[in-house]
């Protein structure tokens, strides 16, 4: 059975950094695009980072990025993401998920951020940015 676990949410102030892992269980992580999203109350899920399986090489969402770093543990069957420069509008649930098929699909640059193309979710760990 597949499982994604994130953990590491919380409460910070502007300014802040904070680090998410999500583990997994029943696949192999880095076999797989793993995204990480988030989503704020009334708004839909964005899509911020995925990461290229055969070379660990990451791609950002113009929102995160120079802020935000995601990065894996191969041992671990762990992905992270380092987030530093919280900002208010960073408060969100953050989830990170799996395509139903391992690899990079043709494609996958343009299609990343959307949330249909993944199959395997976590349960989501909160953060909230606020003084």
């Known amino acids: 059975q597949v499982q994604l676990v994130e953990s590491g949410g919380d409460l910070v102030q502007p300014g802040g950094s904070l680090r998410l892992s999500c583990e997994g269980s029943g696949l192999t992580l880095d076999y797989y695009a793993i995204t990480w999203f988030r989503q704020a109350p009334g708004k839909e899920r964005e899509g911020l980072s995925t990461m290229r399986p055969s070379d660990g090489s990451t791609y950002y969402a113009d929102s995160v990025k120079g802020r935000f770093t995601a990065s894996r543990d191969n041992a671990k069957n762990i992905v992270y993401l380092q987030m530093t420069d919280l900002k208010p509008d960073d408060t969100a649930v953050y989830f990170c998920?799996?395509?139903?098929?391992?690899?990079?699909?043709?494609?996958?640059?343009?299609?990343?951020?959307?949330?249909?193309?993944?199959?395997?979710w976590g349960q989501g760990t909160q953060v909230t940015v606020s003084s």
């Open positions: 998920a799996a395509p139903k098929r391992p690899g990079w699909a043709t494609g996958w640059g343009n299609r990343w951020r959307t949330a249909r193309e993944f199959e395997y």
